[in-house]
């Protein structure tokens, strides 16, 4: 089964830095699509980042750009997130995805994602 396991999230200052992990198992994790989204309470999920891990390919979403670097470890089989110059709007629960699996369909940042991570969360005040 895949499994997507989160890392990382805490509670930083506006302008600080924080970096997310998300160890995938249960697939072969080369060529997938993987990414990051984020939720904050009441608002909708949203795209944050996404990489290919074939190409290494990636996807930002504008909110993030400049900002927000993610990268690949591919012998880890693990995706990060780094998130400098972090902001109060940034406060959300971040979720891994990928495509491999079958526990849903969302589509998004070119792919179709179907498996997640049970969900990290960042508070930045």
Do not use: H
Not at 87 to 107: F, H, Q
């Amino acid at each position: 089964d895949v499994q997507l396991v989160e890392s990382g999230g805490g509670s930083v200052q506006a302008g600080g830095s924080l970096r997310l992990s998300c160890a995938a198992s249960g697939y072969s994790y080369n060529r997938n699509c993987m990414a990051w989204f984020r939720q904050a309470p009441g608002k909708e999920r949203e795209g944050v980042a996404r990489i290919a891990t074939g190409s290494g390919n990636t996807y930002y979403a504008d909110s993030v750009k400049g900002r927000f670097t993610i990268s690949q470890d591919n012998a880890k089989n693990t995706v990060y997130l780094q998130m400098n110059s972090l902001k109060p709007e940034d406060t959300a629960t971040y979720y891994c995805a990928t495509d491999r699996g079958a526990s849903g369909r969302y589509v998004g940042m070119g792919c179709v994602f179907k498996s997640w991570g049970q969900g990290t969360q960042v508070t930045v005040s």
